[in-house]
Each structure stands twice: as C-alpha cells, then as structure tokens.
C-alpha cells in the first residue's frame, strides 16, 4: 500500500495522489502513477469504484465500475483507491488467485469481501487476507442506521461498536467488523489492520479529516 509522500501533487492533493477523481491536476496524478508503475509488474487494473460489492476480472474489461478485482494471471497488478475506505488485499496459499477490494462501510454492509472471496474460487480456508490502513475506531463515527444495519446481518457486530458522547452516534471499528466478516465465510488468516488514516496526517490521505484529499493504492499480484 502506497503512502500520500513522494508524489509531485500540490496542496491539498499532497503529494502522492493517486486518484484522477479528486480536482488534483491530471498531469500531477499521471506522474504519479508513473512513478508508481516503476516498481510494478504492469500497468494497475485501476476501477470505477462506486461503494458495490461488484467485483471484476481484471482484463474482462477496461476500467470497469466495481469495488473488487481478482485475477489469476501472473504480472497482472489488481488495485483498489482509498482515503479512509478500508482495502483489504487477499491471495490463496497455493498462489494461483490473487484479489483486491474496497471495503467502506456500504460495501461491507453490500458483502464485497464475500462476493470477492467467491469470485476466487478456492476454499476460504486456503485464502490470506491483508488490511490496509484505514479510517481508526477512535476517529470513524456513524449513526445508528449504520449500526443497525451491521448488527441486523450479525448480531456479533454490535461489538465493533463503542457509544460516542453524542447520543445516537456509534464509533465504529472497521477492522473488527471486516475480521467478522471475513470469519463468517471461513477465511480465518486476517492481517493487517491498526493503522489510522485520519489520525496519521504525515502517512495517509483522509477525506474525512480533510474533505478534498488525495488517494493511496493497495496493490497485489502473481509474481
């Protein structure tokens, strides 16, 4: 997963930007990504990425709208764009299925992760999950309709969820509730996860810290 330094993008894309999506300057993002195509086996399958849970075979299409991407090609680089959202990285132990989603809360609620971990088509038990930085349980704040709709699919959600001081409002934890979600198809190897995207101002972009704001990478391919 990239980080917002060593990019070229102004203020208040700085300075590693990646989205094309965010106002940054076309040129800045497109130095960007090819600074970033430098250590990567192939151009990044980059998606329209629209909070679903539909997830692509890369190559199927070019810059297709989905939240997920798999691949079993070898060079083949799958990729997903956060700035908060959560992107969760898997790949089979055998090596042969490699797969990236975008997790916000609407496509944890949606089953991105089990719609991505089917698209792989091997046992959930063969399959390791990796979890990028995202937004922190101490700074993502919801209502209750967002809780509610967590805990109506699992009642074991409930607790990834902390009261905050102003009533009607939840701080949630979206490790925990991916980590939930990922056990309940049987996929048991999570990593990753305890980095804060909005409380780490120098390492990520955080639009719920900043409002307009650049974009990270999370990348993962067959060697």
Known sequence: MTTRAGGVSGAPWDSFNLGDHVGDDSAHVAANRAR???????????????????VVRLGDAPNPEADAAF???????????????LPV??????????????????????GVLEATVAAMQ????????????????????????????????????AEAFAPHATPG????????????RLGAVGVQAVHGGG?????EADNFFSYRRDGVTGRMAALVWLA
């Open 71 to 85: 691949t079993r090609e070898r060079g083949r680089v799958c990729a997903v764009l956060t700035a908060d959202c």
């Open 169 to 180: 409002k939840w701080l949630a934890d979206i490790y925990r509730l991916a980590r939930l």
């Open 195 to 199: 980095r804060c995207t909005f409380s």
């Open 36 to 54: 970033l195509r430098r250590d990567l086996p192939g151009e990044p399958g980059w998606l329209r990425q629209v909070h679903s849970a539909r």
């Open 89 to 110: 990285l898997f790949c089979d132990r055998a090596g042969s299925v490699v797969a990236a989603a975008h997790a916000g809360w609407r496509g944890l609620v949606g």
């Open 122 to 157: 091997v046992p959930p038990g063969e399959i390791i999950a990796w979890m990028g930085a995202a937004i922190g349980p101490q700074a993502f704040e919801v209502g209750d309709d967002v809780r509610d709709a967590f805990v109506t699919q699992h009642a074991a959600a």
